[in-house]
C-alpha cells in the first residue's frame, strides 16, 4: 500500500497551476496614457475625415492615422514595459500576434484590393 500524499504538497501544486493560468490569460490591456494618445488620434482623424474638402481622403486620413496611432501606442507600452523592469506584456502581446493580427492583416489586404477595385464604399464594412 502506498502512502498517502499529504494535502499540503498537492494544494501549493494546484495553486502554482492556478496562478500560472491566471497570469497567462490576462487580456491585452493597454496602459492609460497610450490609449488616450490614440483615442486621441482617433479623434483627429475623425475631425479631419468630416471636412467636406477633405473627406473624399478619408481613406488615406484614416490608413495615416492609424499607422501614427500603432507606432505611438506600441511605442508608450513598450515604455511602461521598460520602466516597470518586467516584462507583462508579453504573453497578452503573443495572443495579440496570434489571434488578432491575422484578422487584421485579412483586413488589410481586402482593403487594398477593394481600393484598387474602386469600389471604396464597401471598405467600412470591410
Not at 483615442?39 to 492615422?65: C, N
Not at 495572443?95 to 471604396?120: D, M, N, Q, Y
Request: glycine share 10%.
Amino acid at each position: 500500500m502506498q502512502n498517502p500524499i499529504p494535502i499540503e504538497s498537492r494544494a501549493l501544486g494546484t495553486l502554482a497551476f492556478i496562478r500560472s493560468s491566471i497570469e497567462s490569460s490576462s487580456s491585452m490591456a493597454v496602459p492609460g496614457m497610450a490609449g488616450i494618445v490614440m483615442g486621441a488620434i482617433g479623434i483627429i482623424a475623425t475631425i479631419i475625415a468630416s471636412v467636406p474638402r477633405d473627406a473624399p481622403h478619408w481613406l488615406g486620413i484614416w490608413l495615416i492615422a492609424a499607422a501614427i496611432a500603432f507606432a505611438l501606442g506600441g511605442a508608450m507600452m513598450a515604455r511602461e514595459t521598460a520602466q516597470s523592469g518586467h516584462a507583462r506584456y508579453l504573453g497578452p502581446v503573443r495572443k495579440f500576434l496570434l489571434c488578432l493580427c491575422p484578422a487584421l492583416l485579412t483586413g488589410s489586404a481586402l482593403t487594398f484590393v477593394l481600393w484598387h477595385a474602386g469600389v471604396t464604399n464597401l471598405i467600412p464594412g470591410v
